[in-house]
């Protein structure tokens, strides 16, 4: 399997555009992560979807954030309007479940910059 | 979810063991441990897990002690490799899944 893959790799974008960030989680995984790194606050968990469903969005900053899963094998995370302060790099993960011995696995990360 | 503690960076000589600590004294008794790195500019990557018994995969060794406030995660012979941000995370039994990171520990392999 290739992994979770992401896209784009590097997004640079002006303040107030659209940005939609694409996740294809690994095959057969039902859950699906999408977090945010910067370097005030770390890694945090957005939003995460249990087949298809969203599951917790407590982690989205706000509505200028949303994400979806039409089918198992695609996520996007879209901003709009997007604003200098969302600039990070976000990750997705899949996993074959959330029982405990389950491990995530994290895609290569989408580094968005927002000017 | 359990709080942990973790130092904030680490050196150590190629080919040498990295010992790797981690506090987490308020942990409950169905919370198990896990550890993830992230090696710069990657995803987080899964290293290991346990509940109270030491544990050892491919990757590394956890040792948690008898009273589970703490463990060490051991990377045998550590290669330059291996320099990366490691993460101790302490999740419920029935967690959802979610993981919380904290500023982890800057582990440099040095030659």
């Known amino acids: 399997d290739a992994g979770v893959i992401q896209s784009p790799r590097h997004e640079v974008t002006e303040m107030g555009q659209e940005v939609t960030l694409r996740c294809k989680p690994i095959?057969?995984?039902?859950?699906l992560f999408w977090y945010r790194q910067t370097m005030m606050r770390g890694l945090e968990l957005l939003i995460y979807?249990?087949?298809?469903?969203?599951?917790?969005d407590s982690g989205m900053p706000e509505d200028r954030f949303s994400a979806k899963m039409p089918n198992a094998s695609f996520s996007t995370l879209k901003i709009q309007p997007s604003e200098p302060r969302d600039s990070a790099v976000y990750f997705c993960?899949?996993?074959?479940?959330?029982?405990?011995?389950?491990?995530?696995?994290f895609g290569p990360g989408t580094r968005l910059t927002v000017l | 979810d359990a709080k942990t503690t973790q130092p904030p960076s680490m050196d150590c000589a190629e080919g040498r063991a990295a010992n790797l600590p981690c506090n987490h004294s308020?942990?409950?008794?169905?919370?198990?441990v896990y550890w993830y790195r992230q090696i710069h500019s990657q995803g987080p990557q899964y290293i290991i897990h346990?509940?109270?018994n030491n544990e050892t995969n491919e990757m590394a060794s956890l040792i948690i002690t008898e009273d589970r406030k703490s463990s060490t995660l051991i990377l045998p012979h550590a290669t330059l490799r291996d320099t990366a941000v490691y993460y101790c995370?302490?999740?419920?039994?029935?967690?959802?899944?979610?993981?919380?990171f904290g500023q982890g520990t800057t582990l440099q392999v040095k030659p």
């Open positions: 995370i302490v999740l419920y039994s029935s967690n959802t899944g979610k993981l919380i």
């Open positions: 095959s057969g995984h039902d859950y």
């Open positions: 346990g509940l109270k």
């Open positions: 308020t942990i409950s008794g169905n919370e198990y």
């Open positions: 993960a899949s996993s074959l479940d959330v029982l405990i011995t389950d491990t995530q696995y």
């Open positions: 979807f249990n087949n298809n469903v969203p599951i917790d």
